[in-house]
């Protein structure tokens, strides 16, 4: 007899805390104690209820849901799932659909997923294939969520007709070739960078959210806006969208579709910037109002200042013009200013001015 799941985790309380595809690597191991001696990992006839021995039923309830599902993750790129029609018969399979029938199958598997062949590079450009772009996209999508989103950049050269045409494509293939440098040198290990097609380039951004993703995208146009590509010393812009999965899509040839509007959408903006999907357009530009500085409320006009002045020099006494209550008036010279500089406050509405000689 099989060890029931309960001797695997002695916790009961441990289950309800693990992930799904966790669940499925406890029941991955209790099918392996079915047959531990012939080596087949394919064929386990068992029943539900055996698989949930000895657990109280909310915890059988969780093992029992999580087998239920059908398909669950084991590991990084296995699958455990049913075979259709058969009850309790369970297979192995990779996430490409290959079956894993032995344990040498397994052990071939594991081998080559901990060395994964490095995907080929552009003929021209040092960024990658676009159909490493395609397949990455691909597998980057599916484990995309809400808490580790995906972001995709696309990237357009401004203008790529014009370098071909008023300075040959040599130059054209020069000016590719400064724009991939500068945009490898900005997403480094943050993410892959691809060559879409032609003058378009792709940036793929795993567990990045929108706005990290504009911040990084803006470093690249900034980046590329400062190459000068020699020996012409040629000035290049570009032209970037950007599309976050799942905030602006749904499957991977959605988030392709919202970058590359984005881009276009940039590219009728003037060129040479950075735009989300779906942002709304920019406000129409407005006459700009100059800053001016404000007067200072409750200021005495020239005509008070000389007034107060005046008083006092007569009558050794002035009243304040905006509440009628007498001034305390403080006379200053000094060797330099020998005219009196008049220092004046008002008790009642707090009023400090310093009146110079006219």
Known sequence: MA???HE?????????RLEPEEVGGIVLEYLKSLNPGDGQLNRYNFSLPDTVQGYPPQYQQRVTAALMEGWMWLERELLIAPRPGATGDWVIITRRGEQ???AADLAAF???SAQPATPPLDDLLPLYRRSAFDADLVSMAETATDTEPLALAMIDVDHFKRFNDEHGHQTGDEVLRAVAEAIR???SLKGRAYRYGGEEMAILLPNYTIDEAVALAER?????????VEPKKLTVSASVGVACLPLHATDAAMLVEKADK???EAKNLGRNCVRVSGEPRPAEPTPRRVARKQPMPGALTEDE???IRAQYFRQKRAECPKDGAILEVHPLTSAIRPQVTLLVRCPMCGLQVTIHPD
């Open 110 to 112: 594991r081998q080559a």
């Open 305 to 307: 200042m000389r007034g």
């Open 220 to 228: 690249v146009r900034k980046q590329i806006e400062a190459t000068s």
């Open 8 to 16: 695997i985790i002695p916790d009961p309380e441990a289950l309800l």
């Open 262 to 264: 984005a881009v276009y």
């Open 185 to 187: 040198s900005c997403v």
């Open 100 to 102: 894993i029938k032995s």
């Open 3 to 5: 060890k029931p799941i």
